[in-house]
């Protein structure tokens, strides 16, 4: 059987909240309908049937209109799963690449990147940010397009999620090569088993060879056999598109799950979990 998808829409202004609850839309998180009163432009998200969603589309006011075609877990699926897939946290708008063309040499080695698909840097350095990241709200977060690489508060590291084994280390502002006081990069074990991915669809690169899985919205991904994971890791597979958006999964145990949604880093939804 095939599994119920739903169409989510972020970058959220009130006028649009305000559209969406006409057509019974699912705005998540719930606190964001208050936010949104405020008049705050906000990275919350709804999520629509499609027969909802090509009515409203074209009728929001976001001027960034973003939206995915997603999977839809059950409350039960997702609170009882050990294990899942982190599918979005805050990110970091960084704009390096404008700052400083050549960044890239400073962080990563990129003798071994793949011309066709942009696969095989490895980082070597502490990673920079060009602008520092205010971290008031958003303790945990992405950066521009390295989606795999997981950043947080400094003292949100030390308080909630070193007692869960997850280590760190320093990242430093891009023209000063200083240390931000502020903010850590996490450091991931990335797990030594294959993800069990029979039946989806991937793409060999024809330059390199190396694999990528094109995960459908229907699709859902496979346990781990492996005993005592950590708390939170990096997947071996690279998801997404030969040559367009791909990331790789971090994976989280379901008690750091609710750790985060108690300190309002994640929301609910926002995960896919290991079935
Ligand atoms: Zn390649």
């Not at 060009?130 to 997981?150: C, D, E, G, H, Q």
Request: glycine share 4%; with cysteine.
């Amino acid at each position: 059987m095939k599994r119920k998808t739903v169409f989510r829409i972020d970058n959220l202004s009130y006028n649009d909240i305000a559209l969406l609850l006409q057509y019974n839309a699912k705005i998540s998180p719930e606190y964001m309908i208050e936010e949104a009163k405020k008049g705050k432009s906000l990275f919350g998200s709804a999520a629509l049937e499609e027969e909802e969603f090509l009515k409203v589309y074209p009728q929001l006011f976001s001027s960034i209109k973003g939206y995915r075609h997603v999977p839809c877990f059950t409350k039960k699926e997702l609170d009882s799963a050990e294990f899942l897939i982190l599918d979005y946290l805050h990110n970091h708008p960084d704009y390096r690449h404008e700052v400083e063309p050549d960044y890239r040499h400073l962080v990563f080695d990129l003798s071994n990147v793949c011309k066709y698909c942009g696969r095989g840097d490895s980082q070597i350095a502490d990673y920079r940010f060009a602008v520092r990241p205010n971290t008031s709200r958003w303790k945990l977060f992405t950066a521009a397009w390295n989606y795999y690489m997981i950043f947080a508060d400094k003292e949100f590291h030390e308080t909630v999620l070193q007692p869960f084994g997850i280590k760190c280390r320093p990242v430093l502002s891009l023209k000063k090569s200083k240390i931000l006081e502020n903010v850590v990069q996490l450091v991931l074990p990335i797990i030594e088993e294959d993800m069990d991915m029979r039946d989806m669809n991937f793409d060999d690169c024809p330059e390199c060879g190396r694999r990528i899985y094109s995960l459908e919205p229907e699709d859902f991904c496979r346990k781990y056999k492996s005993d005592n994971l950590p708390s939170m890791f990096e997947g071996k597979e690279f998801i997404g598109h030969l040559q367009g958006t791909r990331s790789k999964h971090i994976f989280i145990s379901q008690e750091l799950r609710q750790t985060l949604i108690a300190h309002k880093q994640l929301w609910r939804t926002r995960c896919i979990p290991l079935i």
